[in-house]
């Protein structure tokens, strides 16, 4: 399930893509990067797609003999150990050529990422009147299953993610041909846990009227493209009709670290900033599991409303906006901590009797408010991160019954 790929230090690459690979394709496209590297879009002689992630070595990285980075050897290793979870993204193979600081990655292919979903139902919905702007709530419950499965998984091997964004999240058709109904499409078939199977679960035929498809919706959507000018909206429809066999699964460990040092200072310039748990923006260096759980608050929240909950356009800016919405902390000790290097007792004061009636304003438009879910934001977003809610509470939580 998992090769290291070793090129031939003779051969030299051709427009960033070395021969190796370019023969086992037919067709790459750019579908995204960033900072520490380029995602493509491969197509395999056999018709099925995979994405290939380009790693960024800088010749400053050490490299000895065949030996990878120990910054990419982590990103590896962590996704190698997690690699049996269904709502984690299966890392197939690795490429590594040493002589051309040449690393990639290789993945299954995921359609879609969350972002891209709820940016374009957000999009179509502000066309139709009266239209909720995010989610259907039974799609939201089945991803939230899914990634409180997934990062349960990586908390209990001590695996902080660190980043935690709807960019980060992929959604996977687990009926893809390659795999049964039920199985993730690929070479592992990895059985699918799925939200709602079982003893217990919410039979078909009761789906909620918000959970069919809007034709309405339909319409605006097919209309959606990408940032490149390119059809979206297809995609996005697709999603939504399959919805009760999408899987979404966790992306980019990048910036993921091992919690097993407890006593280690940790770097604070980590997690998007819109996602990022207010401890981090005060300055804390020693946390825990409690930054991913704040960022899947945010996340939860965001499915549910089409925008994300903590726009800021700058660290305080973003501090600002969370004690407007949850109040202004009177002191460290609000997070469990005796010092936060940033936090000032100037800080404006925002007095918020009820924190859950001011996130059932921010997350319910349009549509009737559901307190438990209300309440498992709620709990994500608690100022101390010990007193968060957990992943394997949250899979126990009165919302996923």
Not at 112 to 123: A, G, H, Q, S
Not at 131 to 138: D, F, N, Q, Y
Request: a positive charge; charged letters at 20%; glycine letters at 8%.
């Amino acid at each position: 399930m998992f090769n290291l790929l070793k090129g031939k230090k003779s051969v030299t690459d051709v427009d960033g893509i070395p021969p190796e690979l370019r023969s086992l394709f037919t067709e790459f496209k750019v579908i995204g990067g960033g900072t520490y590297g380029t995602v493509y879009k491969a197509c395999k002689k056999d018709g099925h797609y995979v994405a290939l992630k380009k790693i960024k070595l800088a010749p400053k990285d050490e490299i000895v003999s065949m030996s990878l980075p120990a910054t990419a050897m982590r990103e590896i290793l962590i996704l190698r150990e997690l690699a049996s979870h269904q709502n984690v993204v299966a890392l197939r193979h690795v490429y590594f050529k040493p002589a051309t600081l040449s690393l990639w990655l290789w993945f299954d292919n995921c359609p879609l990422d969350l972002r891209v979903l709820i940016k374009n139902i957000y999009k179509a919905s502000s066309i139709i009147k009266d239209a909720a702007p995010g989610l259907a709530s039974g799609l939201v419950k089945r991803f939230a299953w899914h990634l409180f499965c997934g990062m349960e998984f990586a908390h209990k091997l001590n695996i902080l993610h660190r980043d935690l964004k709807p960019q980060n999240i992929l959604l996977n058709d687990c009926t893809d041909h390659r795999g049964g109904p039920g199985e993730l499409g690929g070479a592992s078939g990895r059985r699918v846990r799925l939200y709602g199977d079982g003893e217990g679960s919410r039979a078909e035929g009761s789906r909620s009227s918000e959970d069919v498809l809007d034709d309405a919706l339909v319409t605006a959507l097919s209309h959606m493209v990408d940032h490149n000018g390119a059809m979206i909206g297809p995609t996005c429809i697709d999603v939504l009709r399959k919805g009760s066999s999408i899987t979404a699964q966790v992306a980019d460990f990048g910036l993921a670290r091992s919690q097993k040092l407890q006593s280690k200072v940790l770097t604070r310039e980590v997690v998007t900033l819109w996602y990022r748990a207010p401890e981090l923006l005060l300055g804390c260096e020693t946390y825990s599991s409690g930054i991913d759980m704040w960022s899947l608050g945010c996340i939860l929240a965001e499915m549910m409303s089409g925008k994300p909950l903590f726009a800021g356009d700058s660290e305080v800016d973003t501090l600002f906006r969370i004690f407007k919405l949850l109040g202004t902390p009177a002191s460290p000790h609000d997070f469990g901590l005796d010092r936060l290097i940033y936090f000032q007792t100037t800080f404006p004061k925002w007095d918020v009797q009820n924190a859950r009636q001011a996130i059932t304003r921010a997350v319910y438009l349009q549509r009737d408010p559901n307190p438990l879910f209300v309440d498992l934001v709620a709990r994500c977003l608690t100022y101390n991160p010990d007193l968060r809610i957990s992943c394997t509470e949250a899979l126990q939580h009165p919302f996923f019954n």
